[in-house]
């Protein structure tokens, strides 16, 4: 392959990583944003989502297609409804104290990998792909699906934007937001509105999985990568700023997938002494000093 | 004419376009008491603020006893002898008063720490409680052991935040008898809205309003003063 | 000053330790042995999330520091394990100031997170070099290192007797540090940091004080980890062994100095118990969290010391 097939390659392959990761990303960001909680269980929930796709794919009859329809439907539901659960019995009661939630959390991390080991087993669970068509580009032909997935996190991600900036839903929340007092004397039941942000939050996690699987299998180790991907992108992108989340989603989805693609091309000893693991040290460590010094992130505005 | 212990020059603190604290030049004598006065919002806790170090100064120059502590710390300063006890009551609720003293004395390495502490305690008639869970006393055994903290720290120059604030006239009168005792070892500056603790106990008063210095004098100075009439005592 | 009780209550406890050696089971001999040595882990945990507010999710990388420390010092450079045990501490104490030295810059969620990810780095790192550190697959020590004089540590009354005079050494030592004027000093800083600084400390110097002991107490459980039990691995130091001690400490009472041992002890038979009942122990564990948030946030010797105990330190 030429240099610019291996580029155009590099770049598709991260986009899809980068739009499932802004999709995740951000139900990550819409919870720490209105509900000031940090939700650790996150890549559980995109884990979640994933193995129901699967459970689904399986378990109806019909055409790939619309099974998948169907799963992409059904998964975000079900892990919403879990979320809101979660809230309601447990968060609430801690009164979203941030130490205590977060403890929390880690509590329901635990519990949704077991549950899901204990429930569909230990392998690797594969989902046939809804679209089979190979697109061709010059030098390389490649999945229809992906450039699919690729237009459906961009609608769902406009859709996310309408709903919060267009609706009253999205008054409402970012009335929550900014004052939960002041939402609660103007009648709004935040108790409510906190059970649905977590909802949602779960389950933008959850389509995100459903998208991935036909292209990575669901697995019940498999929410590690997503919640430290998507928390590295809250942090860089500023905590808690959608627009920020998604930038810094594009810039870490595509360097996260470019890399490995890539630098093997242009860096002859990568894979010698420059492996995958150092350069996921490196990025951690980035990630943890943007937080150190610049906590409201690379793209944020610093608060007053 | 007594030493000046604390002087301000040009001090200033903006918030966003609120000019807390705008230009003041200020000064405080060795072993005085000085209150500072002003209409809510006047910016008298913010000019506090950046006596004590707990907000930084946008501009201007702090000195204490001859030395720039503009850019010190705020735990920095405290070591330097300047306490402030806190508007809204900042104890250690769950710990005891006796605690809350102890690490009051021990951070001037006061020795033997038990002594230094009851002491302190005495001196605000809280000695029967030490025992007590501090977030257990009433409101007003609360304010004076932030009182009491503050005399522990065996301050120089010791800030007092509106402190008699929803203290009960009783109450007041021991107040009153607390901040006399301290001087003239140290210097006391007080931020007050009751008048009368204030013609009681000042001996100089400074008059703040929208972060300026109004007037600055003694108590028949400053009541006779009509600027200050006007923006505040003749309401 | 230390409170007769208290002081009469930990001897009592290190007594019946010792008092039992002789009344257990082989099994029971190896398990009491590490519970030892983790609630050394959980009690250096403890300093700085019980007394000092300083909730981490990244102390696996101090407990990593002494059993790599150790394990590496023995089996690349021929390290005496006496000499393991001390340079444990050592490397614990050195990590935990580095990462303090930024991590501090930031506090409550921040610092949550911040520590999680330099504990990640610190794993990958160990993957990283896996050429001396053998990876996941981990250093298993050879038994002949694993002597103090002609004392065979992998046999069980001498490495009961050598975890429990580190457990002894640290819970005494615990008790002297919570009951002095720098004890007094952490819990301040953990009720009210804003009020400290009025009272003329530096917050930061004084949750990084707290943050290195506590990571003496890391690495000092790590190294005895290597020595008294062998083994040297990845697994180690990931994720989950940050989340232990705090496991431990919620479960005994944040912020009392025979708690981390208690939830340490608690914590293990009821995942030893329940692993042998189902393979499901990962519930326990997240169960266990969520219960103890919700309904005893003190954990047992909190709760005992609010109701009854007050003296309990």
């Known amino acids: 392959m030429q240099l610019g097939s291996i580029f155009l390659l590099a770049l598709l392959e991260g986009l899809v990583s980068a739009s499932v990761l802004a999709l995740t990303a951000c139900g990550l960001s819409l919870v720490f944003g209105i509900m000031r909680v940090v939700n650790v269980a996150h890549g559980e929930f995109f884990m979640l989502g994933a193995v129901l796709a699967w459970f689904t794919a399986s378990l109806m009859p019909g055409p790939p297609a619309l099974t998948f329809v169907a799963a992409l ?26 130490e205590a939630t977060i403890v929390a959390t880690i509590g329901l991390l635990y519990i949704l990998q077991q549950g899901a080991l204990t429930v569909f087993g230990p392998n690797a669970l594969p989902v046939p792909a809804p679209l089979d068509f190979r697109l061709q580009f010059p030098g390389f032909g490649y999945s229809g699906y992906k450039i699919a997935v690729i237009l459906a996190a961009v609608l769902l991600l406009l859709g996310l934007w309408l709903i919060l900036t267009r609706t009253r839903i999205g008054l409402v929340m970012r009335a929550t937001q900014i004052d939960r007092a002041t939402a609660r004397a103007f009648g709004i039941n935040v108790d409510r509105v906190y059970a649905g942000v977590f909802a949602m939050g779960a389950g933008l996690a959850a389509i995100a999985a459903v998208l991935i699987v036909p292209i990575q299998q669901a697995h019940y180790l498999m929410g590690a990568d997503p919640l430290l991907l998507s928390f590295s992108v809250v942090i860089i992108g500023g905590l808690g700023s959608l627009r920020g989340t998604v930038v810094a989603a594009l810039l870490i989805g595509m360097v996260d997938q470019m ?45 007053a | ?126 000695e029967a409680r030490k025992d007590q869970i501090a977030g257990t006393l009433s409101y007003g055994h609360q304010r004076l052991l932030e009182v009491a903290m503050g005399l522990a720290l065996k301050p120089r120059l010791l800030i007092l935040d509106e402190p008699t604030q929803g203290l009960s006239q009783g109450e007041i009168e021991t107040f009153n008898g607390i901040v006399k005792s301290v001087v003239p070892e140290a210097t006391v500056l007080l931020i007050e809205h009751n008048m009368d603790v204030v013609m009681e106990l000042a001996e100089w008063i400074t008059v703040l309003n929208f972060g300026q210095v109004l007037a600055t004098g003694t108590p028949p100075a400053i009541r006779a003063n009509p600027a200050v009439q006007s923006a505040y005592l003749g309401a | 000053m230390i409170d007769r009780r208290a002081l009469f209550l930990h001897l009592a406890v290190l007594a019946a330790l010792l008092a039992a050696l002789p009344m257990l089971a082989a099994y029971h001999v190896t398990n009491i042995a590490k519970i030892m040595v983790l609630a050394v882990y959980a009690m250096g945990y403890n300093i700085a999330f019980g007394y000092t507010g300083l909730l981490s999710l990244g102390h696996a990388m101090f407990f990593a520091a002494g059993l790599y420390a150790a394990g590496m010092g023995i089996s690349l450079f021929g390290l005496s394990a006496a000499g393991a045990l001390v340079l444990g501490p050592v490397a614990g104490g050195l990590a935990a100031t580095l990462v303090g030295l930024l991590a501090l810059r930031t506090a409550g969620v921040a610092f949550m997170i911040v520590t999680l990810m330099f504990a990640q780095a610190g794993y990958l790192t160990i993957l990283y070099f896996v050429k001396y550190t053998r990876g996941d697959e981990g250093i298993v020590i050879a038994r002949a290192a694993r002597a103090i004089g002609s004392v065979d540590l992998s046999a069980d009354t001498p490495r009961y007797l050598l975890a429990f005079g580190i457990f002894a050494l640290a819970l005494l030592l615990n008790l002297a540090l919570v009951r002095s004027p720098f004890g007094r000093i952490m819990v301040a800083m953990r009720e009210n940091e804003a009020r400290s600084r009025m009272l003329g400390y530096n917050p930061y110097t004084v949750k990084l004080t707290a943050l290195a002991v506590s990571g003496v107490y890391a690495g000092a459980a790590g190294a005895a980890y290597a020595v008294v039990f062998g083994y040297v691995g990845a697994s180690l130091a990931s994720v989950q062994y940050s989340i232990l001690p705090l496991l431990y400490v919620l479960l005994g009472g944040a912020g009392t100095v025979l708690g981390p041992f208690l939830g340490a002890l608690l914590m293990f038979y009821l995942i030893d118990y329940a692993s042998s009942a189902t393979s499901a122990y990962l519930f326990i564990v997240g169960a266990a969290l969520i219960l103890l948030v919700l309904f005893a946030p003190k954990g047992i010797l909190g709760t005992l010391r609010e109701r009854h105990a007050r003296w309990l330190p």
């Not at chain 1, 630098?263 to 894979?271: D, L, S």
């Not at chain 2, 907000?55 to 503009?70: H, L, N, P, V, Y």
């Not at chain 2, 002491?119 to 809280?126: I, K, T, Y």
């Open chain 1, 73 to 98: 439907v059904i998964c975000p539901l079900i892990v919403g409804a879990v979320a809101a659960l979660a809230d309601m019995l447990v968060l609430k009661r801690l009164n979203y104290e941030p």
């Open chain 1, 259 to 303: 890399i490995p693609i890539f630098m093997p091309v242009v860096f002859p000893a990568y894979g010698a002494w420059f492996t995958p693991t150092l350069a996921k040290i490196i990025a951690t460590l980035v990630v943890a000093l943007v937080l150190v010094f610049r906590p409201q992130g690379l793209f944020g505005k610093r608060m």
């Open chain 2, 1 to 126: 004419m007594a030493a000046v212990i604390l002087e301000a020059r040009g001090l200033t603190r903006h918030f966003g376009g609120l000019k807390a604290v705008d230009g003041v030049d200020f000064d405080l004598r060795q072993g005085e008491i000085h209150a500072l006065i002003g209409p809510n919002g006047a910016g008298k806790t913010t000019f506090v603020s950046l006596l004590s170090g707990r907000i930084e100064a946008q501009s201007g120059r702090i000195s204490f006893d001859g030395r720039d502590i503009t850019r010190l710390p705020a735990h920095a300063r405290v070591r330097l002898g300047i306490a402030y006890t806190f508007q809204i009551t900042q104890i250690y609720a769950a710990l005891s008063v006796f605690d809350n003293v102890a690490l009051a004395a021990q951070s001037r390495g006061s020795h033997p720490l038990g002594a230094a502490a009851m002491e302190a305690l005495s001196r605000v008639g809280l």
